[in-house]
């Protein structure tokens, strides 16, 4: 059974820092890609970063140069660095495991900033 427990959200001002983080069980994070993503009512669902099993990251450009997704093997865990967090990053935010053949989210955790 494939779990995705997310968790490090919350309440945070403008410039302040947060780090979310994705506990996988049932299954090895460094064998796929994991993937971050945000949505915020009534938009799309935007991909914001994502690590390839190679250690290849990429990052939407709008949060380029602030947050940084990188992985612990060893915890099977997934992190999400988010630094000079602005009130735009507001959104709720969800990892995703995924191959060409299948996708895990998490249960999505809330991110507010605001003063």
């Known amino acids: 059974q494939v779990q995705l427990e997310e968790s490090g959200g919350g309440l945070v001002q403008p410039g302040g820092s947060l780090r979310l983080s994705c506990a996988a069980s049932g299954m090895r994070v460094s064998l796929y890609t994991m993937g971050w993503y945000r949505q915020a009512p009534g938009k799309q669902r935007e991909l914001v970063a994502w690590?390839?099993?190679?250690?290849?990251?990429n990052y939407a450009d709008s949060v380029k140069g602030r947050f940084t997704i990188s992985r612990d093997n060893a915890k099977n865990t997934g992190y999400l660095q988010m630094n000079s967090l602005e009130p735009e990053d507001t959104d709720i935010y969800y990892c995703?495991?995924?191959?060409?053949?299948?996708?895990?989210w998490g249960q999505g955790t809330q991110v507010t900033v605001s003063s």
């Open positions: 995703k495991v995924f191959s060409s053949s299948f996708e895990y």
């Open positions: 690590i390839t099993r190679s250690s290849w990251t």
